[in-house]
């Protein structure tokens, strides 16, 4: 059974600083990646995709790597600010299971100004 | 693209009711998703379908929870009887299989 594990669960920083969010999963064979924004009260928004071939994807100031054998992945935020405010939820999808999403439980990250 | 489309967007019931939730996937994409998110449990996949026909149903919970998508363009979660422990945020989500996933607004169920 895929697996996926966020840490850490919450992160407070002031405006302008650079993140890194983790994510780790339990079985290497995924199709993709990818990370989702959950605003209060709302639904997910896509962020990055990344293929199981792909080492990193990059949005503006975000940037997510990732290490399939490992089994980790990173969202990098580049100069954070208060409307980055949300929880970052990572999931991966498994070629057995085309489609199926496998989610951890996400990072609360606040940006104060 | 209007995006997905789910209704209603709260409902508010009483323990034994029956309740319906829908959604209206983004045309043309060919897989749908019903997920359940709580604080306990975070977000879970109840059940899935491509090209309207169920592929794994083995995340719900049990059998007060039925889905159908009669067409490519409709879905509904229906609980019967329901119960105060299935209240939730209730996503649905839709994609072209390998692609990225659109989530729905939700639905926000209280079971009273």
């Known amino acids: 059974k895929q697996e996926v594990t966020q840490i850490p669960a919450a992160l407070s920083v002031p405006e302008g600083e650079n993140l890194v969010l983790n994510c780790s999963f339990t079985?290497?064979?995924?199709?993709?990646l990818q990370w989702f924004r959950q605003d209060p009260g709302k639904g997910l928004t896509s962020l990055l995709l990344?293929?199981?071939?792909?080492r990193e994807q990059t949005s503006g100031r975000l940037n997510a790597s990732l290490d399939k054998s490992s089994g980790r992945s990173t969202l990098y935020i580049a100069a954070s600010q208060p409307g980055d405010s949300a929880t970052y939820l990572c999931?991966?999808?498994?070629?057995?299971?085309?489609?199926?999403?496998?989610f951890g439980r996400g990072t609360q990250l606040t940006v104060w100004p | 693209d209007a995006g997905v489309i789910q209704s209603p967007r709260h409902e508010v019931t009483e323990m034994g009711q029956e309740v319906t939730l829908r959604c209206k996937p983004i045309?043309?994409?060919?897989?749908l998703f019903w997920y359940r998110q709580t604080m306990m449990r975070g977000l879970e996949l109840l059940i899935y379908?491509?090209?309207?026909?169920?592929?794994?149903d083995s995340g719900m919970p049990e059998d007060r929870f039925s889905a159908k998508m009669p067409n490519a363009s409709f879905s509904t979660l229906k609980i019967q009887p329901s119960e105060p422990r299935d209240s939730a945020v209730y996503f649905c989500?839709?994609?072209?299989?390998?692609?990225?996933?659109?989530f729905g607004p939700g639905t926000r169920l209280t079971v009273l």
């Open positions: 999931a991966v999808t498994r070629g057995s299971t085309l489609g199926r999403l496998y």
């Open positions: 989500a839709s994609t072209n299989t390998g692609d990225t996933q659109y």
């Open positions: 079985d290497s064979a995924i199709y993709n």
């Open positions: 990344i293929q199981s071939s792909q």
């Open positions: 379908f491509n090209n309207n026909v169920p592929i794994d």
């Open positions: 045309s043309g994409h060919n897989s």
